[in-house]
């Protein structure tokens, strides 16, 4: 699933156009956007990169239907995954990072 952006929450300081391997995010207008959306691979790097958690992952449905969601936390040495399934049940999960 392409990244879905927040329009309300995005800064447009181009984070995400900076860390896109695909080349794929960009900002115009002041707001990120996915230039092509069928081409992004979900690798989730635009997500972990903004500061304003502005861009989401949708789950797609064969494994968790709307409204589920996967959002990551950066932090200095982890990152703090929260899952939201359908059902609106949270959980998180910790992963130290390799930098």
């Known amino acids: 699933m392409p990244p879905v952006i927040i329009n309300s ?3 447009g300081c ?6 896109c391997p695909g080349d ?4 115009a207008g002041k707001k990120a956007h996915c230039r092509s959306r069928r081409d992004c691979w979900d690798c989730m790097s ?5 500061p304003a958690q502005a861009i ?3 789950i797609p449905y064969q494994l968790g239907y709307y ?3 996967l959002v990551p936390e950066v932090r200095e040495k982890t990152i703090l995954w929260t899952c ?3 059902n609106g049940k949270v ?3 910790c992963v130290k990072t390799r930098n």
Do not use: H, N, S, Y
């Open 46 to 50: 635009c997500v972990k990169a903004c």
């Open 24 to 27: 794929l995010m960009t900002v």
């Open 84 to 86: 939201t399934d359908i």
């Open 14 to 19: 181009g984070a995400c156009e900076m860390i």
């Open 67 to 69: 409204p589920a969601r």
């Open 9 to 11: 929450k995005c800064t």
């Open 56 to 58: 989401e992952i949708r």
């Open 91 to 93: 959980e998180q999960f």
